[in-house]
């Protein structure tokens, strides 16, 4: 229901730390809402990271400018690593530093489940074992990665209590576990391991100096990921199908693929060889959750060209314009 708001949400639902606590929160993930939680870093905006309807609906939570790549959740170390591929220095890390304020960015693994999505696209995965105990509980109560970025909206700082959490998104996400005060109060160190020397994307929770002790030399520092996590180019190189994308498209050339969006149905439609519409009721949330693989899907026809339909800039439009400008960018 977050991702496809018909009517006025219902309001934020406080839910207590406590075994009762634990299983609505659990049960509401799983069920596909967005739930506020604790983690010893800040507070999370979790959701189903296997789910791209319940990942929209995070973006839309937050008013988050674009698709950045999300960090999954999970309980254990060996949940964790079921979702990646991980050399000798991920694997060094992640018994080092797991459960903790680290995340480890690797291959995503064959059987992984975190979706598209919630990767923004890109072939790795950002992996993280809170360590917090009620963090991890419900973790294990809900039994699939949960994709949580900080909770506050979109540049805003991180909420590091329930009451910030609340001042940014009550009556916009499902509920709230409270836990309290964060102990950290920072968010993750993110490392990534993609072969060759590990690399710092974000200071954080674990200091250079304790990753240094571990790896026996100091990582390399990358650079920034906040907004285009390894470098502007990769994001769109990963994510870009393989034909020729067309944007603003308002008339179709015979043989071309289709991304429709909305009511809108632009000349020539009919000699189209596939199309795909993000959303028939124009829902941007909708149409976010759909963009990856209806891409996908569209560069599977074989056409050399997906012409895309304007999408409206409102709301999620915007990022999902953006990542349709990333996909057409030249390469
Ligand atoms: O402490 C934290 O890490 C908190 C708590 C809730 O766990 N979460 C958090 O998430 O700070 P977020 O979304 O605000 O930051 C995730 C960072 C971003 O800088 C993002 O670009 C990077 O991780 N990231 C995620 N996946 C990545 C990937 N595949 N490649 C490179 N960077 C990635
Ligand atoms: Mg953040």
Same mark, same amino acid.
């Given at each position: 229901?977050?991702?496809?708001?018909?009517?006025?949400?219902?309001?934020?639902?406080?839910?207590?730390?406590?075994?009762?606590?634990?299983?609505?929160?659990?049960?509401?993930?799983?069920?596909?809402?967005?739930?506020?939680?604790?983690?010893?870093?800040?507070y999370g905006l979790g959701a189903d990271a296997t789910d791209p309807?319940?990942? !929209?609906?995070?973006?839309?939570?937050?008013?988050? +400018? $674009?698709? @950045?790549?999300?960090?999954?959740?999970? =309980? *254990? #170390? &060996? /949940?964790?690593?079921?979702?990646?591929?991980?050399?000798?220095?991920?694997?060094?890390?992640?018994?080092?530093?797991?459960?903790?304020?680290?995340?480890l960015v690797v291959p995503v693994a064959p059987g992984g489940t975190?979706?598209?999505?919630?990767?923004?696209?890109?072939?790795?995965?950002?992996?993280?074992?809170?360590?917090?105990?009620?963090?991890?509980?419900?973790? !294990?109560?809900?039994?699939?990665?949960?994709?949580? +970025? $900080?909770? @506050?909206?979109?540049?805003?700082?991180? =909420? *590091? #209590? &329930? /009451?910030?959490?609340?001042?940014?998104?009550?009556?916009?996400?499902?509920?709230?576990?409270?836990?309290?005060?964060?102990?950290?109060?920072?968010?993750?160190?993110?490392?990534?391991?993609?072969?060759?020397?590990?690399?710092?994307?974000?200071?954080?929770?674990?200091?250079?100096?304790?990753?240094?002790?571990?790896?026996?030399?100091?990582?390399?520092?990358?650079?920034?990921?906040?907004?285009?996590?390894?470098?502007?180019?990769?994001?769109?190189?990963?994510?870009?199908?393989?034909?020729?994308?067309?944007?603003?498209?308002?008339?179709?050339?015979?043989?071309?693929?289709?991304?429709?969006?909305?009511?809108?149905?632009?000349?020539?439609?009919?000699?189209?060889?596939?199309?795909?519409?993000?959303?028939?009721?124009?829902?941007?949330?909708?149409?976010?959750?759909?963009?990856?693989?209806?891409?996908?899907?569209?560069?599977?026809?074989?056409?050399?060209?997906?012409?895309?339909?304007?999408?409206?800039?409102?709301?999620?439009?915007?990022?999902?314009?953006?990542?349709l400008r990333r996909a057409a960018a030249p390469r």
């Open positions: 229901m977050d991702g496809f708001p018909s009517t006025a949400p219902p309001p934020t639902r406080r839910l207590s730390a406590d075994a009762a606590g634990l299983e609505q929160a659990a049960a509401l993930i799983a069920a596909g809402r967005l739930v506020a939680l604790p983690t010893e870093t800040v309807a319940a990942v !929209a609906g995070i973006y839309a939570a937050k008013e988050r +400018p $674009s698709f @950045n790549p999300l960090i999954a959740h999970l =309980p *254990t #170390r &060996a /949940a964790a690593m079921a979702q990646g591929v991980f050399d000798a220095h991920a694997q060094k890390l992640a018994e080092h530093f797991w459960p903790g304020p680290l995340t975190v979706c598209d999505l919630a990767r923004a696209g890109l072939d790795s995965v950002a992996l993280r074992v809170p360590g917090h105990a009620l963090a991890r509980d419900l973790l !294990a109560r809900v039994g699939r990665p949960v994709a949580a +970025p $900080s909770a @506050n909206r979109s540049g805003r700082v991180s =909420p *590091t #209590r &329930a /009451a910030h959490v609340l001042a940014d998104l009550d009556g916009r996400i499902a509920a709230i576990l409270d836990g309290g005060d964060c102990p950290v109060g920072v968010e993750s160190s993110v490392v990534a391991c993609l072969g060759g020397p590990p690399r710092l994307l974000r200071p954080g929770g674990v200091t250079r100096e304790a990753l240094a002790a571990v790896l026996g030399f100091s990582p390399e520092t990358g650079g920034e990921v906040g907004a285009r996590p390894v470098g502007p180019g990769l994001l769109a190189s990963h994510y870009a199908p393989r034909a020729g994308v067309r944007l603003d498209a308002t008339r179709i050339a015979p043989g071309e693929a289709v991304l429709l969006f909305g009511a809108f149905r632009p000349e020539g439609l009919a000699e189209a060889c596939a199309a795909e519409n993000l959303s028939e009721a124009g829902i941007a949330e909708e149409a976010a959750a759909r963009l990856f693989s209806a891409l996908r899907r569209l560069d599977a026809s074989g056409a050399s060209v997906i012409a895309v339909a304007p999408v409206p800039e409102a709301g999620l439009g915007e990022a999902i314009n953006d990542r």
